[in-house]
């Protein structure tokens, strides 16, 4: 059964107090999320009722930024609570108005446990598929009730690419279509393939760990029954999935000290290995680490161990500091193969990252006396994959890359690169700003050329003598003789730091 903003506001119980979008309250919510980020767009699919504190607020330009970002995830609309400052301010209503997202005042006496827990039991599923969570079924289960119900078959398919369950085999090229589909925005969507992307109910998370249900059909020829079915199994997925991270959880909890203390040099690889035991993990097979970061521990968490999972790997997730860890512990052929499996994966997970960016570090493999290494290892593969990463990009960086000048300058820090990058290039960046030259250009390619005179003069079309009467000026401007191999190595590393400078 599908709940309107209209249904909520017309509980007594809640008290609900609309202060814009009275037209508008024939919404449907598909979910209800709780943030106080200023900025939580990434954590949305679309649909949900947004409930905050307003902590973020401290004057108009805040609520200007937090409505447009409600607006572009397209939520359904927003409940505003009313205890640290006593109403929704004027300028946030202002903002929801210009915006056109709906917004509530929550009484102080109403929870907004209490407006979530309402929400899901209006919007309870069918019988039949709650029962059949309820008694332990899995996925594979409760798809089988919904696809005799909607006479079609039914997958659940992570942004990762995975297919998590399905009552049949979901062709490479439905899978495709459907990944597309999903970059293009939240669903419900149609894929060309003869599918409908429906939405799992949710109270958020990062994009590339959620999970959607995909039902073959046709999306502008479902009736009322057919859609009911699939936002009912959207939520009987949601449930599942609740279980599922609630077992991750717990299993990470049982390495997630040990990890801490084994990077303090406080513990042992004895009690990680224990650890690992207590997750259900073979203690007697080879280790790797990854180390993830997907923007803060939750975020990087979550889509760490959707990415485990879809390896088929045995593993355990935690989030480490601002990151996440995982331990895959499997047989050295499995272990070979990781790499490779997790760049198809991340290549998948790239389109629904928007402006996000995914930062990979994986350690070789090893025995579990060595994790202390193994751990420091993948930490500086990932230092080296952040320094390559971008917005929308995803980028995963081996053990075996680790024997490179990039790892030295991944390790620098941030103020140090730019201190030098500006001493030793800021010259010659300033004189082509001024003159509208290109002697950064020149420099660059001439050291691609490793110094040859004729290749760098033929790539550039110029003369040799104009291309000598360049990098004599270049050297003025920056008081160094390129001729030394001291001098071209300090220039070097300073174009490589200009090459990930931000723009």
Known sequence: MRVLLSDLLSDQELGLVPLTGADRMDRPVRGVYITDLLDPRRYLAGGELVLSGLVWHTGPADSEAFVAALADARVAGLAAGTARLGRAPDDLVAACRRYDVPVFEVPLAVSFNTLAERVQRRAAPRRELVSAVASGADLDGVLRLAAAECSADCWVLSSVGRVVAGTAELPAEARAAALRALAAGPPPAAVPTGHVLWPVASVGGPPAARWSVLVRGDLDRWDAEQEAVATDLGTAVALVRGRVDEARRIAGRSVEAALRRLREGTSTPAEVAAGLETAGLPVDEPVRAAVLDAGDAAASTAVLRELAAATGLASVCAATGGTATAL????????????????????????????????????????ASGLRGALEEAGHAHRLAAARTGPGRAVLVGAGELASHEVLLATVPDELRGSYRQRVLGPLVDYDRAHHTELVRTLRVFLDCSGSWSRCAQRLHLHVNTLRYRIRRIEEICGRDLTGFAARVDVYLALRLDDHAPR
Do not use: I, N, Y
């Not at 928007?354 to 990979?360: I, P, Q, S």
């Open 328 to 367: 895959f512990v499997d047989d050295a052929a499995h272990l070979d193969g990781l790499a490779d499996r997790l760049r198809r994966l991340l290549a998948d997970a790239e389109p629904a990252l928007g402006a996000d960016a995914l930062a990979v570090g994986l350690s070789d493999a090893g025995p």
